[in-house]
């Protein structure tokens, strides 16, 4: 079964300390992964495309990168403005644009 | 642009009651996506429209679920009649359609079923 898993479910940080959100997935012959940022109260707010292992997006303060069989959102000296829950989704072969969500990581930077 | 526009933003109701959930979606794009989201279940794909038809309803999880799309800026979501376990924050997207997931979503209705 084509799944998505992200990990940690929650991470708080300290502004300025940087790390990184994983996405895995075990969906055969991807055809491209997203990353969604969402607010409290808002609805996601599309971040990355990536389609092929090695490929790599970059925005302000986040990285996202692709292998094989995960994902990384990277993020750099977070600054308080970028708490929020971070969500990846994954699109299959034949999905008729049906996309497989991960559950997502919600992040805290903390000043 | 004024993005994608959902209305209401909240709803209570009481079970048994008829729910409409209203959406605008950005002009030009052909495709629209109603979802659903839970702490339990996440975000669930309801349905979806190509060019103002249904392409995709399996997501709809029973007959008292329906959606419209009457011309190419305006869709509806309708229950009837309305149970508890519907209570979720139901969100509208749109899309060109260039990119499968490259959605531009609204910022949803917040359903409560009493």
Redesign the interface.
Request: hydrophobic content about 40%.
């Given at each position: 079964e084509d799944q998505v898993t992200q990990s940690p479910e929650a991470l708080r940080l300290q502004e300025g300390e940087s790390s990184s959100l994983n996405c895995s997935y075990t969906v055969s012959g991807l055809?491209?992964?997203?990353w969604y940022r969402q607010d409290p109260?808002?609805?996601?707010?599309?971040l990355f495309?990536l389609y092929s292992a090695g490929e790599e997006k970059e925005k302000e303060r986040l990285k996202a990168t692709l292998t094989k069989k995960e994902s990384f959102l990277h993020i750099t000296a977070p600054k308080p403005e970028d708490s929020a829950t971070y969500?990846c989704?994954?699109?299959a072969p034949d999905?008729?644009?049906?996309?497989i969500?991960?559950?997502?990581t919600k992040l805290i930077i903390k000043p | 642009d004024a993005g994608v526009i959902q209305s209401p933003r909240h709803e209570v109701t009481e079970m048994g009651q008829e729910v409409t959930l209203r959406c605008k979606p950005i002009s030009g794009h052909d495709y629209l996506f109603w979802y659903r989201q839970t702490m339990m279940r996440g975000l669930e794909l309801l349905i979806y429209f190509n060019n103002n038809v249904p392409i995709d309803d399996s997501g709809m999880p029973e007959d008292r679920f329906s959606a419209k799309m009457p011309n190419a800026s305006f869709s509806t979501l309708k229950i009837q009649p309305s149970e508890p376990r519907d209570s979720a924050v139901y969100f509208c997207a749109s899309s060109s359609g260039l990119a499968a997931g490259e959605l531009f979503f609204g910022e949803g209705s917040r359903l409560t079923v009493l």
């Open positions: 055809r491209g992964l997203f109260g808002k609805g996601p707010e599309f495309t969500l989704a994954v699109e999905s008729n644009y049906q996309l969500w991960g559950a997502g | -």
